[in-house]
């Protein structure tokens, strides 16, 4: 990662650290840390703001030192109850607040120009929009990336607990990690004790074994299944930080854990006429600091020194392995309706229906697309569509590109037998030797009458001689926590049973495309 930064440009200061700041907060004191650019002359003041941000490297690296070397203060401050810092933790109701104290405590310091900037990725985007609630005169700019805005769909996408983006992002937020050290020790426990968490029940149990103990938070996400919840109330940072006038920049990957989220405050901020950018690229949440940071940074500078891009929108085209600016996102397309068959895709709804038995025993892993484990991101599904639980529709051989650009969903008449069920939907391209590799995907609990599942966007070019194929299954656990098929509550939940679920072959997959020739 050092070295992938060192590509960038050259330091123009050295940098001086103070750490453990204590700033006034309304609950006790906000430690943060202060990288300042060697320099008598003025800077612009940077605020990222997080429950892990002090936890070393890479934050401090990346955030810290490399943009304090183009001549900004660069403030990581953690969140209440976290880092060292006083009070009790809240995964969102704190933030406005404290971020209204950390504003106030930097506007009474010598080195403050007036003019501040925020910045940062994940939790830090989330802390951006709690200041959009009561924007402050001095913010000039917001740089979001790889964020979540909403926490209640973040937690559970589709109608379904996220489990493992849970315990990955409860370990970042209440594991306590002050120094690199005590994050990897965090990171080791939560590693070696997985296969343990994901596998055995009742989860309201099972889960404080990586944590060494109860945490109500995580006890909180999982009681809150419902958007309605008086958890979640106030909870949404979309509406504020679309609204905001100052110029925000925003920058998700393909694989991210929310990208729709992103691109959502991208279209109400196009709606509005409010300056904004977007940038997405083939990353996941966790290695976009890594392969997708040469961009990022790039996109964070520009935006910090008041550079307008030439278009607006700038996406990384998968097939083609190509970048294309575009004046908009999506761009004008055509939907693409395929209608499913006996394992195949065809242009005309037809006759009959596939089954297959999902067993929460042993549930269909997930593999690829949006998670935080080594099986991220691209992947090869062979050993997802050799399962007995998944099935896969599967289209002609393409004689001409197709370019799918947009939001991608599947319109099911599906059923279950038990008394809940979970439908995940994938979109794969296979290449002339067989191999498919995921494009998008996503997961929706099943209701009466016709199931959406909206399987997230992509800018992807399927390019001549491969096939457009569809991957349905009951789930992708720990992804997704398993669907029990009681219905029960699922924290306290120790009953499964398993479920046929039948697709009919009247379901669509529809393809916002931009190109497409015979298929």
């Known amino acids: 990662m050092r070295r992938r930064a060192r590509k960038g440009p050259a330091a123009r200061y050295d940098v001086t650290w103070e750490r453990a700041v204590p700033v006034p907060g309304p609950a006790g004191k906000l430690l943060t840390d202060h990288y300042a650019p060697v320099t008598s002359e003025p800077c ?66 010598e080195w403050f120009t007036g003019d501040l900037f925020t910045l940062g990725a994940s939790y830090t985007g989330y802390t951006q929009s709690q200041i959009a609630e009561n924007p402050p005169p001095e913010w000039r700019g917001a740089i979001v990336q790889v964020a979540l805005f909403d926490p209640q769909p973040f937690f559970w996408p589709g109608g379904a607990f996220a489990l493992e983006r849970s315990l990955v992002g409860g370990m970042g937020m209440f594991g306590g990690a002050t120094t690199l050290w005590t994050n990897l020790k965090a990171i080791t426990r939560l590693q070696r004790h997985l296969k343990r968490t994901v596998s055995e029940v009742p989860l309201i149990e099972v889960y404080q074994v990586p944590f060494k103990g109860r945490r109500i938070e995580f006890e909180r996400w999982l009681a809150a299944p419902d958007a309605a919840d008086d958890f979640w109330r106030g909870a949404n940072g979309i509406p504020a930080l679309s609204a905001a006038e100052v110029p925000v920049s925003l920058s998700t990957g393909w694989h991210d854990l929310v990208p729709e989220q992103t691109i959502e405050v991208y279209r109400r901020r196009r709606a509005a006429g409010l300056p904004v950018d977007l940038l997405i690229g083939p990353w996941t949440h966790t290695n976009s600091l890594e392969i997708g940071w040469a961009e990022m940074f790039g996109q964070a500078l520009r935006n910090l020194r008041g550079e307008a891009p ?15 600016d575009l004046p908009d996102w999506p761009p004008a397309g055509v939907d693409l309706r395929f209608h499913l068959g006996a394992e195949t895709l065809r242009p005309e709804a037809g006759p009959g229906s596939t089954t297959f038995r999902y067993d929460p025993r042993d549930p269909t892993p997930s593999i690829g697309g949006a998670l935080q484990s080594p099986t991220q991101g691209t992947r090869d599904n062979a050993p997802l569509e050799q399962r007995s639980d998944v099935r896969v529709f599967t289209g002609p051989v393409l004689t001409e ?86 219905g029960e509550p699922p924290g306290p939940a120790t009953e499964m049973v398993p479920t046929e679920t039948t697709v009919g072959h009247s379901s669509v997959l529809v393809l916002p495309v931009v190109q497409h020739g015979s298929v």
């Open 401 to 486: 590109a197709v370019e799918v650009m947009g939001a991608v969903r599947g319109e099911f008449d599906v059923t279950t037998t038990a008394a809940s069920g979970d439908l995940f939907a994938r979109l794969c391209d296979v290449d002339p030797s067989g191999r498919s590799i995921n494009v998008c995907d996503g997961l929706a609990r099943i209701r009466d009458g016709r199931t959406v599942v909206a399987m997230g966007s992509t800018a992807h070019r399927f390019r001549p001689g491969h096939r457009i194929r569809l991957l349905v299954a009951g789930g992708a656990h720990p992804r997704f926590l398993r669907n029990y098929g009681t």
């Open 44 to 109: 612009p003041t940077i605020l990222l703001r997080a429950p892990y941000i002090r936890a070393g490297f890479p934050f401090d690296w990346l955030y810290g030192v490399l943009f304090a070397e183009q001549g900004f203060h660069v403030l990581l401050q953690s969140s209440r109850g976290t880092g060292g810092s006083e009070g009790e933790f809240h995964t969102w109701r704190n933030e406005a607040a404290d971020g209204r104290a950390a504003v106030e405590w930097i506007r009474k310091q």
């Open 310 to 324: 030439a278009q607006p929108v700038r996406v990384h085209i998968g097939g083609a392995d190509e970048w294309r």
